[in-house]
């Protein structure tokens, strides 16, 4: 039977890749410093260790997630207010 930590991790894998394509710094960029930290960990054998890095993974994707979604609110608005501070 296969580890269902493995399934997680390749989860978080593709969704930190899909995230990635609208990073600031280039889809590119994101890519190579994401494969670079997920092989820094591929040797962890312990499951709590393993728990922990997914976790800290979930909590970068969120910030993502927060990232884009202050970046189109911020357009959003340039787009239908008046700039204030003239």
Excluded: C, H, T
Aim: aromatic share 16%; glycine share 4%.
């Amino acid at each position: 039977m296969a580890n269902p930590l493995r399934y997680e991790v390749l989860n978080l894998y593709k969704n930190l890749l899909y995230l990635g394509k609208e990073y600031p710094k280039g889809g590119n960029y994101f890519r190579i410093r994401l494969r670079a930290a997920f092989l820094k960990n591929k040797d962890e054998k312990d499951p709590e260790k393993i728990k922990q890095l997914i976790a800290r993974g979930e909590f970068v994707m969120k910030e993502l997630e927060a990232l884009y979604f202050l970046r189109k609110y911020r357009a959003l608005k340039q787009r239908y207010y008046e700039d204030d501070s003239k």
